[in-house]
């Protein structure tokens, strides 16, 4: 359940994220998930890949710095009240969250969660019968 | 002078038998050649009095300049020390024509750092009504320097523009002000920055310098007719040197310049390298002065940058990027003269060491270097994160600084 998502730390410079999203899609690499943390000076760019491995390669080769952070991403009916029941069972379990990105379509909405614990976020949202995304799944393009 | 730091200090004792010296080798000022050079970081490894030729309770002052963490350069004065330093900045104010009607206001720092208080007693000395306002509060400056009638500024040159600037800010006009002459130092400053500061203050400006090893300011000093600066020969011997081979050059020639205290108790120097470059000049001044002069020094033989009167080395910054990344990882210095202020950005490339998946990491990270370099150096220096490879590369030693302030004359 655990995915591995890749951060990169890009200087706010037009053209940096382009070199990003262009290397993966040369090297056939997907992007399922993405989204940037952003300060004045620089951003971080969090992406879920259907192949870290290859994307992680790609990235160095053209100088980027990066790191691989777990995370979780959660399925959850496109519903109001939905994310806050998943949220208030983190909270319940003493879950800190570091930050989450979403969206939803159709009858579904996903969240990926950055946790303080990502094994004990799984245990209590599983006992909850919510449903987590494998991450086989966002692998597959 | 010799033959007291040879029995006095250990340091120099080894040095010159190491080289089979003796003080009665050293019987006029032309031996000096044959005596070994002292470096800033001789000073380092004997932190804090090892070069100290009295016993500390003959020392009533004690200066300091930023070091590395914990290794400062720190100087001592005996009281006759004090009496030949306010002797050589009263002279200096002197030679820019200040005399006892005048009112001097000193906007140089007061502390550790030589500027305030060698200007103070150099003033009080010349008999002049001082006004230690130290550095910083420009508004206050300029009220002050309105509504006292200061004659007589001292600061660095940075600061005098910065000082015109605001001026205009406040809708004062320069006619407003009494201000008729300017000692300015601590800092290399060019002849375009002196045109400026002359016209904007409606001033003369002259450089005095001076390093607080040697003694503080007033070591040289130009005179109204801003023709080099001229020394005080009679305390500091001057040479100028190759900085690659060490050999004496000929008279005229451009080099390192090199002082030896005559007169100095707690802190002697012997042949110390100030890494400024410059030349000398023998003939008499228009101003009716005999002694040597000296040029305006605009550049240095190694990498120190002066910032706003702060020395700073890339190497102390590179001893806390080391200590916070346990790595040191690229960076470098970008120096830029913003408002007529110096100002440091310091460039690091996040690098597998340095890079988080959480931003606040990196700001909080960020914020930890500023805070270490800012009580290490005493300076704010803007902590700047950039991709990696970004920062060029240089075969061989890598390019620390990038100077964009462009100090030519």
């Known amino acids: 359940m655990i995915i591995q998502q890749l951060s990169v730390f890009l200087e706010n410079r037009s053209g940096r994220l382009t070199e990003v999203t262009g290397a993966l899609g040369d090297a056939g690499v997907n992007i399922s998930a993405l989204s940037i943390a952003e300060t004045s000076d620089f951003g971080i760019l969090r992406m879920v890949v259907s192949d870290v491995c290859k994307a992680q390669e790609e990235l160095r080769a053209r100088g980027f710095s990066l790191s691989v952070t777990e995370v979780i991403c959660l399925s959850v009916p496109n519903q109001p009240g939905a994310v806050n029941r998943a ?13 989450m990105y979403a969206f939803a379509v159709g009858s579904d909405a996903f969240v990926m969660i950055r946790t ?10 599983m006992e909850n019968r919510l449903t987590l995304v494998p991450a086989s799944q966002l692998r597959e393009c | 002078m010799v033959e007291r730091v040879y029995h006095n200090v250990q340091f120099y004792r080894d040095k010159m038998q190491r080289l089979g010296l003796t003080p009665e080798d050293i019987q006029s000022i032309d031996d000096l050649e044959k005596l070994p050079f002292t470096t800033k970081d001789d000073l380092r490894e004997t932190y804090p009095f090892g070069l100290f030729a009295v016993p500390l309770d003959q020392i009533v002052r004690l200066h300091a300049s930023s070091g590395t963490t914990g290794r400062a350069t720190v100087v001592g004065y005996t009281r006759r020390d004090i009496q030949v330093w306010s002797e050589v900045v009263a002279r200096s104010l002197a030679s820019a024509g200040t005399t006892s009607r005048d009112m001097v206001q000193v906007a140089y720092g007061y502390g550790l750092f030589t500027g305030g208080l060698g200007l103070h007693y150099g003033a009080e000395k010349v008999g002049a009504a001082v006004i230690p306002i130290s550095g910083g509060n420009t508004r206050r400056q300029i009220q002050l320097m309105r509504d006292f009638g200061t004659t007589v500024l ?16 406040m809708g004062i006009h320069r006619d407003e ?7 300015f130092g601590a800092e290399p400053w060019t002849e375009g920055m002196r045109r400026e500061i002359e016209e904007r203050l409606g001033i003369k400006a002259l450089d005095i310098y001076g390093l607080s090893e040697v003694i503080g300011p007033g070591v040289a000093c130009e005179c109204l007719e801003r023709q080099g600066l001229h020394i005080q020969e009679d305390h500091f011997v001057a040479e100028v040197v190759d900085s690659t081979s060490l050999k004496v050059l000929p008279e005229g020639s451009s080099g390192e310049l090199v002082f030896t205290t005559i007169t100095k108790e707690g802190l002697p120097l012997i042949r110390y390298r100030t890494r400024d470059l410059t030349r000398l000049e023998r003939s008499p ?64 490339e996040v690098d597998e060491h340095v890079i ?6 990196l700001e909080s990270w960020t914020a930890k270097v500023h805070h270490a370099l800012e009580s290490t150096l005493g300076i704010s220096i803007t902590v700047k994160l950039v991709e990696p490879k970004t920062i060029e590369r240089s075969e061989g030693k890598a390019k620390r600084v990038i100077d964009k302030r462009k100090l030519q004359a």
């Open chain 1, 116 to 125: 303080n614990d990502i094994e004990q976020s799984i245990s209590v949202l």
């Open chain 2, 154 to 169: 001292a600061c660095t040159p940075s600061y005098a523009l910065y000082l015109a600037e605001t001026l205009q800010d």
């Open chain 2, 285 to 348: 001044c228009a101003c009716g002065r005999t002694s040597a002069r000296m040029m305006k020094c605009l550049a240095r033989s190694d990498d120190m940058l002066i910032i706003r009167g702060v020395n700073v080395f890339p190497s102390q910054v590179e001893s806390v990027l080391l200590e916070i990344a346990g790595v040191a990882p690229h960076y470098v210095l970008v120096v830029d003269r913003e408002h007529n202020l110096d100002h440091l950005t310091l460039m690091v």
């Open chain 2, 356 to 361: 988080s998946d959480n931003v606040g990491q």
């Open chain 2, 177 to 183: 002000l009494k201000i008729r002459v300017g000692l």
């Open chain 1, 87 to 99: 949220l208030r069972i983190l909270s319940q379990a003493n879950i800190s969250i570091e930050y």
